[in-house]
C-alpha cells in the first residue's frame, strides 16, 4: 500500500510540480500536507462508495468502502506521523 501511494505522489508531483519526497529543498510540512491531501482524496473516494452503498441498499458495497476507509485511514495517518517526525528519509 506503502509503495502505491508512494508511486501516486511520483507520478502527479514530479511530473507536475517538480517536487518529490526525496528533494531536499522542499520543507517537510510542504511533503506533509501534500500527503494529507492525496490521502483525503483516497479516503474521498472510499467514503463515496460506502454512503452510494448505502443509499442504494447494497450491503456489498457499503461493508466494502467502509472497511477500505477505516483501512486507509489508520494507514495514512500512521504513515503522515511517521513520515513528518523523519523529515520524509
Do not use: Y
Amino acid at each position: 500500500m506503502e509503495s502505491l501511494c508512494q508511486f501516486i505522489l511520483e507520478f502527479v508531483l514530479e511530473g507536475i510540480f517538480g517536487l518529490t519526497l526525496e528533494n531536499p529543498k522542499t520543507k517537510t510540512w510542504v511533503k506533509t500536507v501534500i500527503m494529507i491531501l492525496m490521502d483525503l482524496l483516497i479516503l474521498g473516494l472510499f467514503a463515496f462508495v460506502a454512503v452510494t452503498g448505502f443509499m442504494g441498499k447494497n450491503w456489498f458495497a457499503f461493508s466494502a468502502g467502509a472497511i477500505f476507509f477505516l483501512g486507509w485511514g489508520i494507514f495514512s495517518v500512521r504513515t503522515t506521523v511517521k513520515g513528518h517526525k523523519r523529515g520524509w528519509k
